[in-house]
């Protein structure tokens, strides 16, 4: 047989068709990416209105009474959530999203310095 008879060979590249694996693969990846997303967002609203809520607690306290405890909770808190929130975006393969958050995290240094030196 000469080259010319032998039909063309198939190509993975050819074929216009995808692979059952493939799709499954790309319905997990927008799982995935919507999970994340929306843990994200839960731990940003937690620490919106927990530090929001502790700092308030901490400014309109009892009069005669400590608001220590009030503005170490919002100082601690306006650190942690942030980074909590770089991790799980970063574990999750959301390095953009996750960097976003880590700088957030490091923006809020001085902030809290000044909201534990108010204590």
Do not use: K, N
């Not at 990416?33 to 927990?50: A, Q």
């Not at 405890?69 to 390095?95: D, E, Q, S």
């Amino acid at each position: 047989m000469t080259p010319e008879a032998l039909p063309p060979l198939i190509r993975r590249t050819d074929v216009a068709a995808r692979t059952a694996h493939e799709v499954r693969q790309d319905e997990r990846e927008a799982q995935r990416r919507t999970t994340v997303t929306l843990r994200v967002t839960l731990v940003t609203l937690v620490w919106l209105v927990s530090v929001s809520l502790s700092l308030g607690w901490g400014f309109t306290g009892a009069p005669g009474t400590s608001p220590d405890g009030a503005f170490t909770l919002a100082a601690v808190l306006v650190v942690l959530l942030p980074f909590v929130a770089a991790v799980i975006a970063t574990r999750y393969g959301r390095v953009w999203l996750g960097g976003a958050y880590v700088v957030l995290t490091l923006a809020m240094v001085l902030p809290a310095l000044l909201i534990a030196r108010a204590s």
